[in-house]
């Protein structure tokens, strides 16, 4: 046993911890393009997460224009008719949440209104009361509601819950710079159609999708693959 202030080093150590292993690649993110965008956004919308950025790949493109990706953190901008601007990210390192949303600060500073959706297992819901439903949706706003999301009744995301990634960050700098911002939260137990319908819904009722596509969104998402 050391005392107190001494690190004892153990002769064998058979767990590795994360911290363990060196970061070989520190290669800073960038778009693939230089950002362009107009003066002023009506509104943004980032969706995060594997599901819904399927949703948007499958659809029809002739109302989404590429406009710029950060292909290593496998995101994407799209141009929306009337002034706005959809970005979906999916499969990103976490760490690198402050990155993204430095990168996405000239689009945050001038959008008259940011709407973010991000999915999460159901698994990670925590609540005191007994689940019936394999779909709960959730809502984080910032002091000043955007008024896109007005006409629908979202409750609101009860503690310990909490939003991660991207959204929260961009969440919290538009409540800095005291601009309105929501975020929906789809805790989904699995990728069966209806579950993907009422997704596509919200995107359909926000103009990103022109339809709901009864298509199954990416078999591999739907499959007992496990790699």
Known sequence: MGTFGEIVEPI???????WDDEITDNTALQWQWP???????????ILEGRYM?????MHPKFHLQLKNSILDANLHLFELPSNKYVCTIKDYNLLQ???????????????????????????????????????????VTTSTKTQK????KFEKL????????VAAGVTCLREHLELPATTLVYYIEHTEEYQTDEIQQILEKLKIIDSICKTKVNGLLNSNLYI
């Open 35 to 45: 950002l362009d965008s107009a003066d002023k956004i009506d509104t943004l919308f």
């Open 149 to 152: 999301l007005c006409e629908f």
């Open 158 to 165: 009860e503690q310990p819950n909490i939003v991660s990634g």
């Open 12 to 18: 064998t150590r058979s767990t590795w911890e994360d």
């Open 53 to 57: 950025s399927e949703c948007v790949k």
């Open 97 to 139: 949440s402050s990155e993204i949303v430095e990168l996405l600060k000239p689009l945050l500073t001038k959008s008259k209104d940011v709407i973010t959706i991000q999915t999460k297992p159901l698994l990670e819901y925590q609540t005191a009361s007994q689940l019936y439903s394999p779909l709960v949706i959730r809502e």
